[in-house]
């Protein structure tokens, strides 16, 4: 089977929290249109909350702790991102936010991304559109058409065959769609030897 790795960062910082739920959501469903399309769909999820500390210190200092590096690794190596966050006063999260902006120039440079928020009321829905959307398009991520929006009332009894349910499948489509038309991502070592020890004597 074709492989593929997908990183979802989910923004939550209750416990339990209804980003992770949305964000696990949304990565099965991912899981299973990929599969649907013959792909084979690693996946790592990645807590911001296990990494606030780290993540203030990388912009107080401008360098990443261990498990940060590791987790921006994991994003700049993914073949496609799913980034959910709670809606924090009307936009995302100052958490989710930070870790934007500790991710290297281009990190994000055409990779598909589909963009997701929760959230206490439906009213503040179009953060994702005025604020996910164009903070992904400047960093010139392929933003996915279907961005998926859950207020906590979504997550009643009747949610799982509902309009939450029929968006987080058209959105795993799409992500699915994306990934079947690209190739896997392949990440170059900086450190890996291009020359042969032959080639490098010649130089001397
Ligand atoms: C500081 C703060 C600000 C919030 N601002 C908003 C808001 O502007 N609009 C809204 O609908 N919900 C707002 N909420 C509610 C959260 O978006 C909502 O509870 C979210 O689902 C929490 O996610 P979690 O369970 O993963 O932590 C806010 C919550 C907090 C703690």
Redesign the pocket.
Known sequence: MNQRSLVVI?????????????ADQLAAASEKAARDRGLDLRVTVIELRDLAHDIANNLLTGFPPAALKEATDAVAAADALIAVT??????Y?GLFKSFIDVLEKDTLAGKPVLIA????????SL?LEHALRPLFAYLHAVVLPTAVF???DDFGADSADGTLRSRITRAAGELAAELERRDPVTVLDPFALTTSFEDLLKTI
């Open positions: 989910s923004a939550g910082l209750s416990r339990p929290s209804s980003t992770r739920l949305l709670p809606i924090f006063t009307a936009s999260s928020a929760t959230a206490g009321t439906a009213r503040h953060a859950a207020a906590t």
